[in-house]
């Protein structure tokens, strides 16, 4: 597996209260691939606390896991996690109302699932296309499925930041999974609204094609702080190598 990763403060920013994963872990002789992308929501005190909760949470529980594509363990695994942050802010009041996204993508051989909460988004990028795997938990993409508004509209609407579904913020949370099959030439991006906010679907997709994963994860940070920055941005890319076996041992933290 080829992954790379990069996390930035973003220009305007004074706290990154995003908080990612790259990891694999082993379970029933199998090597599974972990990637995640958790951002601490930015009108929330200690967004960062919670994304890093997130994180951490992942970390030390996925294992547990007997079936990564079970929705009942898996809204469950991600409840927990939201719990935990409600569990925080009640005991310590400097933590109360914090919250955080969470898009993780756990990958064996050609099959990907998703777990998704928020608007941080998962994208696969080829040659032919950059499709958006995930759906938005936010009120412009409500206003879409409504009809109300385009997509393009969605782009500059004055409340595209307001999200409808986070961890922290209710005492349940409905979790979207998603499977997918990964194909040659694919290239799977995670990232957090700082990047997409700034730069076009077209842009991204041709930064990703026309570089190696770790310069492709530089360019486009940089490029999101060239067009205003206005939030932390976090990337990851990765890709199965060709002629890979799907449980090979590569470590890639």
């Not at 973003?10 to 090597?31: C, F, H, P, S």
């Not at 919250?99 to 928020?118: D, E, K, P």
């Not at 360019?219 to 002629?243: H, M, Q, R």
Request: proline share 1%.
């Amino acid at each position: 597996m080829k992954c790379a990763y990069s996390t930035n403060i973003g220009a305007k920013r004074k706290v990154n209260q995003d908080a990612y994963l790259a990891a694999n872990i082993e379970k029933d002789g199998l090597v599974y691939y972990i990637f995640a992308v958790a951002d601490g929501l930015g009108g929330h005190q200690s967004g960062e606390v919670a994304s890093r909760m997130a994180i951490e949470y992942i970390k030390e529980n996925l294992s547990l896991i007997d079936d990564f594509s079970d929705y009942g363990q898996i809204n469950t695994f991600v409840n927990n996690i939201n719990m935990q942050i409600i569990q925080k802010g009640c005991e310590q009041p400097e933590y109360l109302g914090m919250a955080t996204t969470l898009t993780m993508a756990i990958v064996r051989g050609c099959s990907m699932v998703i777990y998704h909460v928020g608007d941080s988004r998962a994208y696969r990028v080829n040659e032919e296309e950059i499709e958006q795997l995930t759906k938005d938990h936010s009120l412009v993409q409500a206003l879409i499925d409504r009809g109300r508004i385009s997509s393009q509209e969605a782009k500059t609407h004055p409340q595209k930041n307001v999200i409808t579904r986070a961890l922290g913020t209710d005492e349940f949370v409905k979790t979207d999974l998603f499977e997918y099959r990964i194909y040659d030439g694919d290239r799977i991006l995670l990232c957090s609204d700082g990047l997409y906010n700034m730069v076009g679907d077209r842009d991204i997709q041709r930064i990703i094609l026309e570089n190696s994963i770790e310069t492709a994860t530089k360019e486009l940070v940089n490029l999101a702080n060239y067009n205003g920055g206005a939030d932390n941005i976090t990337v990851i890319i990765f890709s199965p190598e060709k002629g890979v076996d799907a449980n090979d041992r590569q470590n890639i933290e």
